[in-house]
């Protein structure tokens, strides 16, 4: 399976199987369009037709760039043959631990953000705090049943998690003190609205945490549109300068400032430039996702703006970096060279197996998009995992389980895209979100020609 584009004056072709992306001439890229379907001869005469007032194509140079296609197709890197898909089984017969937990540490809030899917960090149930306890248990879980992985992952969520700082604070000693006697290192990521940043909290963070998600839209008049106080007052002015001390402060480490994006920005760009000129370098923004009632909902519409956009965000992120001002869009890191192992490729985050969330009560869900649905409860940290069905339905979640995703040439960089998003979309996490999907695509296309063009820059270099 090949797949084939033209962008930023790129003829780009991607053989999906391998993995090899190709940058072709006019030439080469009609030819390779034909090839599978078109007999040798008709190719020829097709093309001699198209081209004739080009005197440099001619019956030899079609024919030598049939013959490189040929060259190319014998060395697996163009047409080449699915070799995955009996890789699926393996995957759903391997032993899963558990790698990573997404600690609720607050189901409680000091925003009151329109477009939250958490209804103000409560997920639709009652305002609650974890307990150290439960925190020290989910701790305990984790490395019980984690195998003989040795890097693990806990993630400060909420609602607010900085609401109970004091507890994740308790958390973090609490896995340091045992670590090196299980073997294991984590690794912490603190998510963050920065409502309640301060000198203490944002040292503690650049101490302990592998990484900081700061939660900002962009431009005042966006964020402050949908990301209000309590009093319904905009959160920009108290936010940024606090993000910026963070950000000055962090040094080398990794962080996010992560934004939304919906019906009233489709325009996002603005706000990534926004925040990339206030001096943020890592950045993300995200397509919103909620009922399509809601007025800020993306639209069908909305979509050649939003491909447009992202084409607009990678030619200036080139720009940019010419200039020596780069900054990182999540979306955009691609490494095609060294890219997941083919069962990350082929299974995604993991949810549901080696990814769980656990509640301030320490009830266990698939991830955080699920946490209030009782029909994805798993269990609790206490008694372990009990819904031992859902987790093998999620096991069987994969880019080739999904029947949408089998002529997809995206599935092994999306690996069949977000189980929650597709639940939520069609209630069923094994379907897919349709919208997202060309979301993905499009970012996917950006991020290669973008590898493209670096690549040529080192060429002339």
């Known amino acids: ?11 780009i072709v991607i053989d999906v199987y391998s993995g090899s992306v190709h940058s072709v001439d006019d030439l080469a890229y009609d030819v390779i369009s034909l090839y599978e379907n078109t007999p040798k001869p008709e190719i020829i005469k097709i093309l001699l037709n198209k081209f004739k007032n080009d005197k440099s194509v001619t019956y030899k140079e079609i024919e030598d760039v049939i013959n490189d296609i040929e060259e190319l197709k014998k060395n697996n890197q163009l047409f080449t043959q699915d070799t995955f898909s009996n890789k699926v089984n393996d995957l759903k017969n391997r032993d ?14 000091n925003l009151n953000c329109e477009y939250c899917f958490a209804s103000q960090g409560k997920y639709h149930g009652k ?28 993630d400060f969520f909420g609602g607010e998690p900085l609401l109970n700082f004091e507890v994740v604070k308790q958390i973090v000693l609490y896995a340091r003190n045992i670590e090196k006697k299980y073997n294991k290192n984590f690794r912490f990521t603190l998510t963050t609205n920065g409502i309640n940043l301060n000198d203490e909290i944002i040292n503690f963070a650049n101490k302990e945490m592998y990484n900081v998600v700061l939660s900002l839209d962009g431009r005042k008049e966006i964020h402050d549109n949908l990301r209000k106080t309590i009093n319904g007052n905009g959160s920009y002015d108290i936010i940024v300068p606090k993000f910026l001390d963070f950000a000055k402060k962090r040094g080398n480490k990794s962080y996010y400032v992560r934004g939304t994006f919906t019906h009233n920005n489709t325009d996002f760009t603005k706000d990534i430039f926004h925040m990339a000129d206030l001096g943020f370098t890592e950045l993300s923004m995200e397509p919103v996702v909620c009922s399509p009632s809601e007025e800020y909902a993306l639209t069908e519409k909305d979509l050649p703006i939003l491909y447009e956009q992202y084409e607009i965000l990678a030619k200036e992120m080139l720009k940019r970096e010419k200039e020596g001002k780069p900054f990182v869009f999540y979306h955009y890191m691609l490494d095609l060279q060294n890219g997941p192992c083919i069962y990350k490729r082929i299974s995604g985050c993991g949810s549901g197996t080696e990814y769980l969330a656990v509640t301030p009560w320490g009830e266990l869900f698939p991830c955080h998009q699920f946490v209030g649905d009782k029909k994805y409860s798993l269990g609790n940290v206490f008694d372990g995992v009990k819904n031992t069905k859902l987790v093998e339905k999620f096991r069987n979640c994969n880019a080739y389980s999904r029947k949408e995703c ?23 996490i094994s379907g897919v979100y349709e919208y997202g999907c060309k979301l993905f695509k499009k970012r996917i296309e950006c991020a290669i020609m973008m590898q493209v063009e670096k690549q040529n820059m080192n060429s002339n270099n």
């Open 1 to 11: 399976m090949i797949h084939q584009y033209k962008l930023n004056g790129y003829n």
């Open 96 to 109: 899963i631990s558990i790698k990573a937990l997404c600690l609720h540490v607050a189901h409680t809030c």
């Open 127 to 154: 305002r609650a705090l974890m307990s150290f306890e439960v925190g020290k248990k989910a701790i305990d879980f984790l490395i019980e049943n984690s195998g003989k992985r040795r890097n693990l992952e806990v």
């Open 406 to 428: 089998l002529s997809c040439w995206a599935k092994l960089y999306c690996s069949g895209g977000c189980a929650a998003n597709a639940y939520h979309a069609c209630g069923d």
